[in-house]
């Protein structure tokens, strides 16, 4: 029986990927640096391994997964947060036994560059908005000159620091935070999608694209809609064949309308799409470097993070009076922690977020940082082990 060791526990993709690979044969194990009952507690995992930070600790951190590749002999690891930066910065110190799904550090770094990565997408027919990197708000007043802009830090995730002018920047606009580069961008009207996707040696093997139609404010998606798209997917085949990228890649859009994207960033890790593929799907072999081609989800049913969905969502719902399309999308949609069997990691995922609540407290910050802090990478130098 292959055996798998899926990184970044904590996340509801890290479930759906352990789920899919039990069902299809494999022996699954979970690991990360903090709680991560939503997928422990999972009928599809054999065992949590407990790692150090890959952002306080890397040493440790590789240590830690080096005698869990061992102990378990482990044929594949898949990261699926920001740990992957780690991974692939320090992977020489890995046993060469197994796959470890992580390209090249340095182009990972690229790619998760807001700046670098939108001159390689412009190269390669991406559409991407009109942009520059600036310091001060001076700058990016001067560059912006009254257009509708948007501003991000260089290296960030959620739309975390995101700040968006619709109206152009005012005069009264607070200076920017040092977080390094800033990039300004011209702000695109239209619909927003992401994409996810997994290539092998510069090949697409897997690729789906949904709408994130009910959102945390700006920040992450709860709701995963079906989204067709033949230019994203050209695009993200033309993009992997130029970078001969392996592992899984996901970008962002802005759909102007009759499939016109625009490409605005890139995460060279997965992201929800990965929920829009079938229990029988095979997402698996595509992440082993095993399947022989394209795969795409069999179904068109919409996905969600079904507790939020029935709180936050509702409670939007009713604010915006859209009770009845809320009802709608919740009864078109199937629940990606939650499922009929495995209904434990429901229970997890409360004790979890109990956890980052008690971190958060502990390290005086936001529940979000809570969460992510530890395996984030923000473009910072890493040292040789």
């Known amino acids: 029986m292959p055996k798998v060791l899926i990184l970044g526990g904590r996340a509801p993709v890290a479930l759906d990927h352990a789920r899919r690979f039990a069902s299809q044969g494999w022996m699954v194990h979970i690991a990360d640096s903090i709680p991560c009952r939503i997928s422990g507690w999972s009928r599809a995992v054999g065992s949590t391994v407990s790692l150090a930070s890959p952002r306080f600790d890397p040493a440790a951190f590789i240590a830690g997964l080096s005698d869990a590749i061992r102990r378990h002999a482990i044929d594949l690891v898949i990261p699926t947060c920001e740990e992957v930066f780690y991974l692939s910065r320090y992977r ?15 182009k990972l770094r690229t790619l998760h560059s807001k700046w670098d990565f939108l001159q390689l997408a412009s190269e390669c027919g991406g559409n991407a908005p009109a942009s520059a990197q600036v310091r001060n708000i001076g700058e990016a007043k001067e560059w912006a000159n009254g257009a509708p802009v948007v501003l991000k830090p260089e290296f960030s995730r959620f739309g975390v620091h995101v700040r968006l002018f619709a109206d152009g920047i005012p005069a009264d606009a607070p200076e920017l935070a040092e977080m390094g580069r800033w990039i300004v961008q011209h702000y695109r009207h239209g619909q927003e999608l992401c994409s996810y996707s997994v290539a092998d040696q510069g090949v697409l093997t897997a690729h789906a694209v949904y709408l994130p139609k009910y959102r945390l404010k700006r920040s992450s998606s709860y709701y995963f809609a079906h989204h067709a798209s033949q230019r994203i997917a050209a695009f993200v085949a033309r993009f992997v064949a130029q970078q001969r990228f392996t592992g899984q890649i996901s970008f962002d859009w802005i759909d102007a309308g009759n499939d016109d994207p625009a490409v605005i960033e890139c995460n060279p890790r997965a992201i929800s799409g990965v929920h829009l593929f079938g ?3 095979a997402l698996p072999a595509a992440l082993a470097g095993a399947t022989p081609g394209l795969v795409t989800p069999s179904t068109l049913r919409a996905r969600m993070i079904a507790p939020v969905m029935a709180s936050v969502g ?9 009770i009845a ?7 078109a949609a199937d629940d990606v922690i939650g499922v009929t069997g495995d209904r434990v990691p429901l229970v997890g995922a409360v004790a979890d977020i109990g956890s980052y609540l008690l971190l958060s407290r502990r390290q005086r910050c936001t529940l979000r940082e809570a969460a992510t802090r530890d395996i984030e990478w ?3 130098a890493l040292a040789h082990l």
């Open 325 to 331: 399309a809320w009802r709608r999308d919740f009864l």
């Open 378 to 380: 923000d473009g910072e």
């Open 92 to 106: 020489y110190a890995l046993p060469s036994s197994c796959r470890v799904l992580a390209d090249d550090f340095d």
């Open 314 to 322: 509702l409670g939007q719902a009713l604010a915006s009076g859209r």
């Open 279 to 281: 229990t029988g799907d």
